[in-house]
């Protein structure tokens, strides 16, 4: 699993500016600060991969018939530059550029030492942290990635020629532009996708109950007045499709797996919030691989008796995009939800129906609790939110970032007399999600123990530079950490080399997400003194 989250650039007292340049200035100071602690990240990106416009349900999208936010894959695009085009005859090699590439301001891009990309995504910078194994090291990785652009923030600023920079992790600019916090799991391919799109979307429609990180305002400009759970609900537009930019889906078609495409699916959620709250991340997370899961053994729970096929089916929403506006504006909880066969449920009962089918799958077929601690600590702390806030939603606030902004602006309202639709409200929200810690609302609340915290900040900074240690992010980071004027390019699944000597570059591919782990190629690593070695060894160890 991994998130990428899209942050909200703002240059004050500059309303013309222009974010792209904004974004890239961001993206190119990080680089140039990590540059000059030693390291010199990759700039270009390998897109010989990347296909944006395959969709799961089992079509391709014609390229003159997409939408042009949607060509990621176009280096002619504010993006990363592209891949040098495979001449070479064999399969691992990339003939070398004969031409110097052009140094594109917005095409500012920067592969981490940690496995993780920062780079601009259209008018945004971009941190997609490395992909790890659990809920918890999301929470990390997502953590890492604000520090770094906290820092790319203070490198930017302070400079006597740089501009005023302020970045916030956000989803919405309150004048009805949305930029997105992106979840991708790994999924069996075994799984069919209309089976899997079908039976998690209630899950994904109600689990802003503990997911959402607040909003004031209605509407995809904010204007009228009200506070709701979630930021992105006023810009879910579909059930399913490809688009991400517009018409955006509570599940995505995306079918871009970037691993072996016979193996396995990457499910690209775009309907989630950006978090601040590390609980609400952890939840977010790993929830939804728990449902991932039990949709995965769907067979094999029925031969051990639980029909979690037809009870997941049962809980098929009448209106499910009209209903992820319901139980965002439902901040009682209270609200009913329509489902296909007639009956109403609550969105808190929809998602106790989850965990029930979830805790049931998991002591017919699951690890035991001693074999998999992570995921019983994600499915007890789903119970007892879920029964929180049934009963009591402010004994959540530590836990449920939109309950803890809720009741921060309840007392502002009640102390100064003031309306839902007050610009003092609205900016507070803003500065909830500054990444600068002496202005964020978020960050006093943490210091002041108002916040529950799941990582430590010695975690948190180890992981800004170095990657988990048990997916191929553990390769990608390390390789860019030792070899770093020997990378050319780099991908999730692929490292191009460009070895001194070598007649061409030389590219290896990373397709499964769970080799290239410190456990498979550490040893390697270390007994090589240049990326020349490394490949030998590669070349000569099959394991690795």
């Known amino acids: 699993m991994g998130i990428e989250t899209e942050y909200g650039v703002l240059a004050p007292g500059r309303p013309a500016a222009n974010p792209m340049l904004l974004s890239s200035q961001v993206v190119t100071t990080y680089r140039a600060l990590v540059a000059r602690a030693g390291a010199r990240p990759a700039a270009r990106w390998d897109y010989d991969d990347e296909d944006p ?57 920067c592969i981490l030492t940690n496995g993780a990309r920062l780079y601009v995504d259209h008018a945004h910078p971009e941190y997609s942290s490395p992909e790890v194994t659990g809920p918890r090291d999301a929470v990390l990785w997502d953590v890492a990635g604000e520090r770094v652009m906290l820092a790319a923030t203070r490198s930017l600023t302070g400079s006597p020629i740089g501009p005023d920079v302020v970045l916030y992790k956000n989803n919405v600019d309150g004048k009805g532009a949305s930029y997105g916090t992106h979840e991708n799991y790994l999924v069996d391919r075994a799984l069919p996708f209309a089976v899997l799109a079908a039976l998690v979307t209630p899950f994904l429609v109600t689990r802003q109950v503990f997911a959402g990180s607040g909003r004031v305002g209605l509407g995809p400009t904010g204007d009228r007045p009200g506070f709701q759970l979630t930021q992105r609900a006023d810009y879910i537009e579909a059930e399913i499709g490809l688009e991400t930019t517009l018409r955006r889906p509570i599940v995505n078609t995306r079918d871009e797996p970037h691993a072996d495409r016979d193996r396995w699916r990457r499910l690209h959620l775009i309907l989630g919030d950006a978090n601040l709250f590390e609980v609400a991340t952890y939840l977010k997370l790993g929830t939804t691989s728990l449902v991932l899961w039990v949709l995965e053994h769907l067979d094999e729970l029925a031969e051990a008796g639980v029909p979690a096929r037809d009870e ?26 329509e489902l296909a066969d007639g009956r109403t449920l609550t969105a808190l009962q929809v998602q106790e129906a989850y965990t029930d089918v979830v805790a049931r799958a998991l002591a017919a077929i699951g690890p035991r609790r001693d074999d998999d601690a992570e995921t019983y600590v994600v499915l007890d702390r789903w119970r007892s939110l879920l029964e929180r806030l049934g009963t009591d939603p402010e004994s959540c606030a530590r836990e449920v970032e939109w309950v803890a902004k809720r009741r921060l602006l309840e007392g502002l309202r009640r102390r100064d007399g003031i309306d839902w639709d007050h610009p003092r409200l609205h900016a507070l929200d803003l500065q909830w999600t500054d990444v600068r810690p002496e202005r964020s609302i978020y960050h006093r609340l943490l210091a002041s123990g108002a916040v529950e915290r799941l990582v430590d900040e010695d975690a948190v900074a180890d992981a800004v530079h170095h990657p988990p240690t048990d997916t191929r992010a553990y390769f990608r980071g390390e390789v860019m950490a030792r070899y770093p004027d020997q990378v050319s390019a780099a991908s999730w699944d692929s490292v191009i080399f460009d070895v001194p000597g070598a007649a061409a570059l030389q590219r290896v591919p990373m397709l499964d997400p769970l080799r290239g782990t410190r456990a498979h190629i550490g040893s390697l690593l270390e007994a090589s003194h240049d990326a020349a070695a490394l490949l030998k060894g590669l070349r000569g160890d099959r394991s690795a």
Do not use: C, W, Y
């Open 53 to 109: 416009l395959a969709d799961a349900r089992g079509f391709h999208l014609r390229r003159a018939s997409a939408h042009p936010s949607m060509l990621t894959d176009d280096p002619a695009v504010p993006a990363p530059a592209g891949p040098v085009q495979a001449t070479a005859p064999g399969p691992s090699q990339v003939a070398r550029p004969d031409v110097d590439e052009a140094d594109d301001p917005s095409a500012a891009n």
């Open 312 to 337: 997941l089916a049962a809980l098929r929403l009448a209106d499910p995009v009209g209903d992820v506006r319901r139980v965002s504006r439902d901040i009682d909880l209270v609200g009913k939800l």
